[in-house]
């Protein structure tokens, strides 16, 4: 049976103006999702009963800003810091090779950098998914095993 390590992930990133790019030097990054529930337990009855409801998903993007640090990590940090407000494109990759990747737009919603004496300088980059919108049948979240 195979296993997937960290060292095998990757990131690319795609921001409105810009062409997909491999953001070089990521050490982490993570994908969470939850799903609301909503009760819809009838008068009278005894137990409670919970349909599903809406996904939400949340993550992070951690790297190094490195001398091998190109366009795509600065198109990165100008839509944390001054981007447009619209979505962007990510693509967060299992493994090395094939297709094992989520896939989604989101905002990046915070970035937290810095460097300390002996240390490299570090990029974390926090981001909500935008979700698909039921009227156009959109796909948000492409998990692609």
Not at 58 to 80: D, R, V
Not at 96 to 111: D, L
Not at 112 to 140: I, K, N, Y
Request: charged share 15%.
């Amino acid at each position: 049976m195979a296993f997937f390590t960290g060292e095998e992930g990757s990131v690319n990133f795609k921001s409105s103006t810009g062409t997909t790019e491999a953001i070089v030097s990521t050490t982490a990054w993570s994908f969470s999702t939850t799903r609301d529930v909503i009760e819809c337990t009838a008068h009278g009855a005894t137990q409670r009963r919970y349909v599903p409801s809406l996904v939400t998903a949340t993550g992070s993007i951690e790297f190094l800003y490195s001398a091998a640090t190109g366009n795509e990590t600065a198109a990165l940090l100008q839509e944390a810091t001054a981007g447009d407000g619209e979505d962007a494109e990510f693509e967060l990759f299992i493994g090395t090779s094939g297709g094992k990747k989520i896939t989604f737009n989101g905002i990046i919603t915070s970035m937290d950098t810095g460097t300390a004496l002996g240390e490299l300088t570090s990029v974390s980059c926090g981001f909500q998914a935008s979700m698909s919108d039921p009227s156009t049948a959109a796909t948000g979240i492409v998990i692609a095993a």
